[in-house]
């Protein structure tokens, strides 16, 4: 291990709460140098949905590179790209009824968010973009405007400003009206809030804590921004590609919003690739006023479209989704009776709240040690976070589950009424 605490930076983070040195993956699971099993409830933050080396995938890929195609393009015409662009727009738009252009802004979620935020502002000419209490978005400068956590704001080390943030669905605790102290702020002209471009939204927020927000509430936003003149930005980074069950996150609540932001699982099987999908009457960019050396890696088209015509064909991936959602829901909903904790989530986007961060990284350890690789989220780190591949087996699930069980146990004790 010296190589790492000598070599790489202090910034390393993930690798300090599983101090194993991991070699190979497949699936659902992680193996470490000494061949230990490790079952993968992390799911590389929301990039892994098809899990580790996903076999059609990575025959995919591995088909492409040996003839010898084009891999990187900026955003010259490839057959990759072109498969990629008419697959997306027959499986994942057209059966939605979704007209979207899609652009490349480059290679992670934070590129898609910054696009949306630039492109948001030339549209309307406005400046300020309204955000919500405890949402993350990125760690590029416009992005960390528009995210809550103060650690991670912190680290941009100058003012981070034209972004005003809002109380997130039930952030309130649904003792306030939605919306009450926002419309009341855009109708005053003496309220000081700036007009906005735009409102940037997580319809779950992942590293907020696994905050669900309601279809209803979701529904008033979309009305609210359409009365005043808002463009509406998804941040569907981590909850799109199916996490939640549709493909898009924003499905259930039947809304469409103005610009999409797509990344991490969308490369099929890790690999970088973001897209920021907008009506096509926003589409006022002049050539290359916005681009980026890496917004044509085409590996990532290549497992992005075999992915697309492999699980989005039909629905059995969103059902399975939900199955195993509410799967570890049922345990997780025992374990907060128990307790008195509080479950979170939607589809396979999950979490244990506990009462503060230190026992939820103590469950996270004690998980570890089990053999489950799972991460905390929330302000205070107070939410331990189940996130496993969309591809998981149920018998993986309620193996996983167990561990959890088991590390919620040894840290707290058995059931209180046991």
């Not at 080396?53 to 025959?59: A, E, I, S, T």
């Not at 084009?70 to 727009?89: G, I, P, Q, W």
């Not at 904790?341 to 350890?365: I, N, S």
């Amino acid at each position: 291990m010296n190589v790492f605490e000598t070599t790489e930076s202090e910034v390393r983070s993930y690798c300090r709460s599983w101090p194993v040195v991991f070699d190979r993956a497949v699936g659902a699971h992680m193996y470490d140098e000494s061949g230990r099993e490790y079952l993968d409830f992390f799911a590389g933050a929301g990039a892994l949905n098809y899990g580790h080396n996903n076999p059609v995938l990575k025959q995919a890929v591995v088909d492409y590179m040996m003839a010898d195609r084009v891999t990187h393009s900026l955003d010259m015409n490839t057959v990759a790209k072109r498969e990629f662009l008419e697959t997306f727009r027959d499986i994942a738009l057209a059966p939605r009824d979704l007209d979207y252009k899609i652009m490349f802004p480059g290679p992670a979620g934070a590129n898609a968010v910054e696009a949306a935020l630039k492109l948001a502002r030339k549209i309307t000419g406005r400046q300020s973009v309204i955000n919500f209490t405890n949402a993350f978005h990125g760690m590029t400068l416009g992005a960390l405007s528009v995210t809550g956590n103060s650690m991670k704001r912190g680290g941009a080390g100058i003012p981070l400003v034209h972004a005003t943030p809002m109380p997130y669905d039930n952030y309130l605790d649904g003792k306030v009206e939605d919306f009450l102290w926002f419309e009341r702020l855009l109708g005053d002209s003496g309220s000081g809030l700036n007009e906005p471009a735009a409102v940037i939204v997580e319809t779950v927020q992942g590293e907020g804590g696994i905050n669900v927000a309601r279809a209803e509430w979701l529904r008033g936003l979309a009305d609210l921004c359409k009365r005043h003149g808002m463009l509406l930005i998804v941040d569907d980074v981590q909850m799109g590609c199916g996490r939640t069950g549709p493909f898009f996150s924003f499905e259930q609540a039947g809304i469409v919003p103005d610009i999409v932001c797509l990344s991490k699982s969308i490369g099929g099987m890790g690999m970088p690739l973001a897209l920021t999908l907008l009506r096509p009457e926003l589409d006022v960019w002049e050539p290359g006023e916005h681009n980026g050396t890496f917004r044509g890696i085409n590996p990532a088209f290549v497992a992005s479209t075999a992915a697309l015509r492999e699980y989005w064909t039909d629905d059995t991936l969103e059902k399975g989704t939900l199955a195993k959602g509410e799967q570890i829901g049922r345990v997780l909903d025992d374990l907060a009776e128990a307790h008195g904790l509080k479950a979170k989530g939607r589809g396979l986007a999950r979490g244990l709240q506990f009462a503060d961060g230190d026992t939820a990284g103590a469950v996270c350890r004690a998980a570890f040690e089990r053999g489950l690789l799972m991460e905390t989220a929330g302000p205070e780190g107070e939410v331990a976070k189940l996130m496993p591949p969309l591809t998981v087996t149920e018998d993986e699930v309620e193996q996983g589950l167990s561990v959890v069980t088991e590390a919620v146990h040894a840290v707290l004790g058995k059931e209180k009424n046991a």
